[in-house]
């Protein structure tokens, strides 16, 4: 049974650094997609940052380009965000996903992740970002 659980939200001032973690189990090194979402209150959630694990590719959201960056830890089946220059607009509620699915692309490096590639989710860790 696969099991996400995130950890590490919290409050910060503008400009402050959070890392979100999530631990995984029952996701096997097969797994093709890994992620980070969130959702506002009022709005629909929205992607953040992806990662396709076999070709290595990253994607990110662009509200979030240069400030967050999306990590795998094979070892202990963990992913991270890391979190910079966080502003208000940051403000959510934090999911991360996995999934065995991706999506192809002409080259192996082209395969990204979309967010129909994901089936798996965690229950949310809440960031709240205060100016």
């Known amino acids: 049974q696969v099991r996400l659980v995130e950890s590490g939200g919290g409050s910060v001032q503008a400009g402050g650094s959070l890392r979100l973690f999530c631990a995984t189990s029952?996701?096997?090194?097969?797994?093709?997609?890994v992620g980070w979402f969130r959702q506002a209150p009022g709005k629909e959630r929205e992607e953040v940052a992806t990662?396709?694990?076999?070709?290595?590719?990253?994607d990110y959201a662009e509200a979030v380009k240069g400030r967050f960056t999306i990590s795998r830890y094979v070892s202990n089946n963990t992913l991270s965000l890391d979190m910079h220059g966080l502003k208000p607009e940051d403000t959510a509620l934090y999911y991360c996903?996995?999934?065995?699915?991706?999506?192809?692309?002409?080259?192996?490096?082209?395969?990204?992740?979309?967010?129909?590639?994901?089936?798996?989710w965690g229950q949310g860790t809440q960031v709240t970002v205060s100016s």
């Open positions: 996903a996995a999934g065995y699915s991706y999506t192809a692309g002409d080259s192996y490096s082209d395969s990204r992740c979309s967010p129909d590639d994901f089936a798996y």
């Open positions: 990662l396709y694990t076999g070709g290595g590719r990253t």
């Open positions: 029952g996701v096997t090194r097969g797994v093709a997609c």
